[in-house]
């Protein structure tokens, strides 16, 4: 089992910056079976959509084109945490942030929600106009 605790969601104004946190707890064993993690987010009305991937092994990432240019993923593995720097934020970036973490093997899609077997409970962004 791994469990994922986002933070640092919150409001801010157009143009302005928010740098999310994910860190994955577990068994030792647990963590080192993650092989991709993830950003979603999910605005009210609207279906839940991938924003940001990386493959945790080599680093590989792949971006949301509503994002590209404005959001960078990353990840500190010492500490088990990935990061969202998201720059640029627009109102229509609003919703609920969930991180997501798979352990599958195969093919990796990405932005795909069923790569994902673990799941955040979410943190929420409010970009104003």
């Known amino acids: 089992q791994v469990q994922l605790v986002e933070s640092g969601g919150g409001s801010v104004q157009a143009g302005g910056s928010l740098r999310l946190s994910c860190a994955a707890f577990?068994?030792?064993?647990?963590?080192?079976?993650?092989?991709?993690m993830a950003w979603f987010r999910q605005a009210p009305g609207k279906e839940r959509e991938g924003v940001a991937a990386?493959?945790?092994?080599?680093?590989?990432?792949v971006y949301a084109d509503s994002v590209k240019g404005r959001f960078t993923i990353s990840q500190d593995n010492a500490k088990n945490t990935v990061y969202l720097q998201m720059n640029s934020l627009k109102p229509e970036d609003t919703a609920m942030y969930y991180c997501a973490a798979g352990t599958y093997g195969g093919r990796w899609t990405g932005l795909g929600p069923n790569d994902y077997n673990y799941w955040g409970q979410g943190t929420q962004v409010t970009v104003s106009s």
């Open positions: 990386i493959y945790t092994g080599g680093g590989s990432t």
């Open positions: 577990g068994h030792t064993y647990s963590i080192y079976s993650v092989k991709y």
